[in-house]
């Protein structure tokens, strides 16, 4: 299994960003697919996590901004991010999870190199 993470960068308060995992060795329709983000000093924590059927969670912070889905023929999970905040800056972490429903870091087998998210004021 191999995770490849992309489209990190800088970018002002509101404004957007989309990333994208390109997922080898992973079937989705059999995997979670997760986002997690981890900031300086802080744990690691969810954002966003989908399986097959389209079925997706997000974490508390970000409900209403960011939006997770699939590609299955491009084997690609995105994160659209909209309305960024201060708050957002962290690296950027895709995941995969061979059981279903998976929301936690320890449930999620596989990792990719992360992506750094910086949002200035």
């Known amino acids: 299994v191999q995770l490849v993470e992309s489209g990190g960068g800088l970018v002002q308060t509101g404004g957007s960003l989309r990333l994208s995992c390109a997922a080898s060795g992973v079937t989705f329709n059999s995997f979670t697919m997760g986002w997690f983000r981890q900031a300086p000093g802080k744990e690691r924590e969810i954002v966003a996590a989908?399986?097959?059927?389209?079925?997706?969670f997000y974490g508390d912070s970000v409900k209403g901004r960011f939006t997770i889905s699939a590609d299955n023929a491009k084997n690609t999970v995105y994160l659209q991010m909209n309305f960024l905040q201060p708050e957002d800056t962290a690296v950027y972490y895709c995941?995969?999870?061979?059981?279903?429903?998976?929301?936690?870091?320890?449930?999620?087998?596989?990792w990719g190199q992360g992506t750094q998210v910086t949002v200035s004021l």
């Open positions: 995941a995969a999870d061979r059981q279903i429903g998976g929301v936690r870091d320890y449930e999620y087998e596989y």
């Open positions: 989908i399986v097959s059927g389209g079925h997706t």
